[in-house]
């Protein structure tokens, strides 16, 4: 997969592209600044673009603004933004009207090497992966439906949101797999959503709930 990177901190960026490469990606481009990632996304064509958000030249949110201008240009490429913070309204943007082949990860989370080399593959599908605490952030900004779900369905709704499977759910909360189906069933019907057998778009429909 051709990846290009964009981090204003030197020994980051280097140890991003490092992991990469060792991890089977190909590090087309590893830059420093909003505008040059913009530039490289669309002259070499990389399947998956991973920026930090705040970058410079203004050391904002020019990452952000920089992922958005090039999901405008090649709307088929992957984007991966990272954060040291969560921020629900910068994950609210980046989802926008098309939420597929997107994540927002914590950088904390470049730490568990096997988890994020497998995000940054599922949004170089086409998938979503988004932080566990992003998603909580997302849920904190929707009442409608939400609300009356009980905290171990808010619990289930935001693994479904990270993309697990119901076996991984039960797994994680250590419930059975036919008990993760019910509180999935329950969910879907609290918050409108028809039910699928398709992970993928089980996942869409849910995000698509959280930023409409």
Known sequence: MRVVIGEDEALLREGLSLLLRREGFDVVAAVGDATSVVDAAVRLGPELVLTDIRMPPDRTDDG????IRVRAVRPDVGLVVLSQHVHGQYALELLGARPRGVGYLLKQRVADVENFVRDLRRVGAGDVALDPEVVTAMLDRRDDGVERLSA??????????????????ARRLGIT?????????????????PDDADDHRRVLAVVRHLTR
């Open 64 to 67: 952000l603004r920089a992922a």
């Open 152 to 169: 171990r369905r808010r619990e289930v709704l935001g693994l479904v949101a990270e993309g697990r499977s119901n076996a991984a759910i």
């Open 177 to 193: 797999e036919k008990a993760v189906v019910a509180h999935v069933s329950g969910i879907y019907e609290a918050l409108g959503l």
